[in-house]
């Protein structure tokens, strides 16, 4: 079920499939980077719960360091994940490159030492990761690892041609959102 909430501030609607939310833009440059933090989600509605795991201590892990969270996969999932977007995507040089970067590396490292066509692509196998319930969580504010976390779609609209949509993540019990991963946008 997608519900649907407006601002009367610049006439932005957030839908959510089973949350609720409004978001307080100041000006219109503020449109385009929602602040994700200023919506009050109705965490009752219908969500998904997504399970986290743990990584044995001695393999290599990829982390994606996030203000309040840190997502880790394994490197193992992680090439595994980059060489299948690889193959689905061929016409993607970013995917490829991606790959042989990944394939190369040892040790443990973090995304953020990726430059940015990369990054993404990086941050989308991370997320694919994360939905499928192979990364674990830290969650910076509790100080602990969680064991679920909860994932929904969102959708927005800005006007008639201006709209776009993708995932929230949020810790179980709380309504702050660690990361969102915007999927399409028109």
Not at 141 to 161: F, H, K, M, N, V
Not at 173 to 186: D, N
Request: aromatic letters at 6%; hydrophobic letters at 40%.
């Amino acid at each position: 079920m997608i519900k649907k909430a407006s601002s009367p501030l610049l006439g932005l609607s957030v839908m959510f499939c089973g949350y609720t939310g409004t978001a307080e833009v100041a000006t219109s440059e503020d449109r385009q980077n929602i602040n994700w933090e200023t919506l009050a989600l109705d965490t009752s509605s219908n969500h998904r719960e997504v399970p986290c795991r743990q990584i044995a201590a001695e393999r290599p892990v990829c982390q994606q360091d996030e203000e309040q969270a840190r997502i880790e996969v394994s490197l193992d999932d992680l090439r595994q994940q980059v060489r299948s977007q690889a193959e689905a995507n061929p016409h993607l040089t970013a995917d490829a490159e991606l790959a042989q970067r990944i394939e190369a590396m040892e040790g443990d490292f973090d995304l953020s030492q990726l430059e940015a066509p990369l990054l993404k692509r990086a941050q989308r196998a991370v997320k694919t990761l994360l939905l499928g319930g192979q990364a674990r969580v830290f969650n910076k504010e509790r100080q602990r690892y969680e064991t679920s976390i909860i994932a929904a779609d969102y959708e927005y609209s800005l006007g008639p041609l201006t709209a776009g949509g993708g995932k929230i993540f949020l810790f179980k019990g709380s309504e702050a959102v660690f990361l969102e991963a915007q999927e399409w946008a028109s």
